[in-house]
């Protein structure tokens, strides 16, 4: 059974930073590009950051410089840093593949920037 379980989201203020996780289970997690995405209230779902096989990267433009996509293949995990935080980076965030399979969206982790 294919499983992405996120973590690591939470409350911080402006200007602050948070490593958000993915463990896979039930794959060959080298096979698969691997992306995060997130959904604000009121709006779609969107591409934050990608990353392949080959650990070839892009990012969307509102967090350019700021978040940091990466993969740790030996524990099946996809990691996003996530520096310099904006309010309007509060969302919801997600894993999935890339592009992202409509069936394996999991509950997502919550990400707050607030003071």
């Known amino acids: 059974q294919v499983q992405l379980v996120e973590s690591g989201g939470g409350l911080v203020q402006p200007g602050g930073s948070l490593r958000l996780s993915c463990a896979a289970s039930?794959?060959?997690?080298?096979?698969?590009?691997m992306g995060w995405y997130r959904q604000a209230p009121g709006k779609q779902r969107e591409l934050v950051a990608a990353i392949t096989t080959g650990g070839s990267t892009n990012y969307a433009d509102s967090v350019k410089g700021r978040f940091t996509i990466s993969r740790d293949n030996a524990l099946n995990t996809v990691y996003l840093q996530m520096n310099s935080l904006k309010p309007d980076d509060t969302a919801v965030y997600y894993c999935n593949f890339r592009p992202p399979l409509s069936g394996y969206w999991g509950q997502g982790t919550q990400v707050t920037v607030s003071s």
């Open positions: 039930g794959i060959i997690f080298t096979f698969y590009n």
